[in-house]
């Protein structure tokens, strides 16, 4: 299956030599934001990315807000410096696919060519093929690269999904592939094939 190919690429890719120009951490809630947390910085330590992209706005469904997250990175031993908000257009709601447009618009308007998404691991996969859908539409030249957050304990029982949806993190998964199928076939979801395709051609 297609599907399975695109998990293990996603799980497993390259990243280039050269620094990517940032990383963007999709929005977790607390019970989860430790995975972005550890992630960037193991990132930002092996220098694969020049700056941390965070939606820059007051707390929204289920994500702490910009204000909490840089405080917890910077306590992270990640420089302020290297901390860049993204404009939210004043959404009452945040999703992935508002995050994804959000991102691949900031990153056309700086004209970052090179970017890597992150998610906790359960969500990396939609995460990671959002950005690509939006990329596609806007800035099909983008190189999008995939590192999934530090893994959490799965069997742990966590809020997720924009704090509505709560439920072991191994259970989350099913959800996600889920969303993928649902996604897709409302045209909002850029299909397995496309995305590999995508994969294809970056490379």
Request: proline share 4%.
């Amino acid at each position: 299956m297609k599907i399975l190919e695109l998990q293990n690429r996603v799980f497993s890719d390259y990243i280039p030599h050269k620094q990517t120009d940032a990383l963007f951490l999709f929005g977790q809630t607390a019970d989860n934001q430790d995975s972005a947390f550890y992630g960037s910085k193991k990132v930002i330590k092996e220098s694969l990315a020049k700056k941390i992209l965070l939606i820059n706005c007051s707390p929204k469904s289920g994500y702490p807000g910009f204000e909490l997250w840089e405080k917890g990175l910077i306590q992270m031993g990640i420089p302020s410096r290297k901390i860049e908000g993204i404009f939210n257009d004043g959404t009452p709601t945040l999703n992935t696919l508002i995050e994804a447009q959000a991102t691949i618009n900031h990153c056309k308007e700086k004209g970052y060519k090179t970017l890597i998404v992150m998610a906790s691991p359960f969500q990396q996969l939609r995460a990671f093929m959002t950005a690509v859908t939006v990329a596609l539409k806007i800035y099909p030249s983008i190189k999008i690269y995939s590192i999934f957050g530090e893994p959490l304990r799965w069997q742990e029982k966590v809020t997720h999904s924009q704090g509505t949806l709560t439920g072991n993190r191994k259970d989350l998964i099913y959800g996600e592939l889920e969303r993928i199928d649902i996604y897709n076939k409302k045209g909002d979801l850029a299909s397995v094939e496309e995305v590999l395709d995508y994969l294809n051609q970056r490379d």
